[in-house]
Nanobody, 121 residues
Framework: QVQLVESGGGLVQAGGSLRLSCAAS????????MSWYRQAPGKQRELVAG???????NYADHVKDRFSISRDNAKNTVTLQMNSLKPEDTAVYYC???????????????WGQGTQVTVSS
């Protein structure tokens, strides 16, 4: 079994910064893509940023100049640095990982429980 645990959410004023972290643990053989998604009230969950095992990144257009994703493959962690936050960034942020476990050669998708980010105007 694999667990993803997020941390770092909270309340911040518009223009401020937050840093989200996600640590994966359990029966991990390797992790391919790691990503951050978010879901605002009444809206669908959307991709915020993703990073491959080799370090290639992709961002949603509305965050690419403000957010930065990084990972530490040795520690199985992924981080999202969020700067110049706006009220519209308010959402529950979820960590996602494509994981190959030690018990199966197949890749499975895992999600964290989510962390709330609230940006006040």
């Amino acid at each position: 079994q694999v667990q993803l645990v997020e941390s770092g959410g909270g309340l911040v004023q518009a223009g401020g910064s937050l840093r989200l972290s996600c640590a994966a643990s359990g029966s991990i053989f390797s992790i391919n893509t790691m990503s951050w998604y978010r879901q605002a009230p009444g809206k669908q969950r959307e991709l915020v940023a993703g990073i491959s095992k080799g370090g290639s990144t992709n961002y949603a257009d509305h965050v690419k100049d403000r957010f930065s994703i990084s990972r530490d493959n040795a520690k199985n962690t992924v981080t999202l640095q969020m700067n110049s936050l706006k009220p519209e960034d308010t959402a529950v942020y979820y960590c996602y990982a494509d994981v190959v476990t030690v018990t199966s050669p197949r890749q499975y998708a895992y999600w964290g429980q989510g962390t709330q980010v609230t940006v006040s105007s």
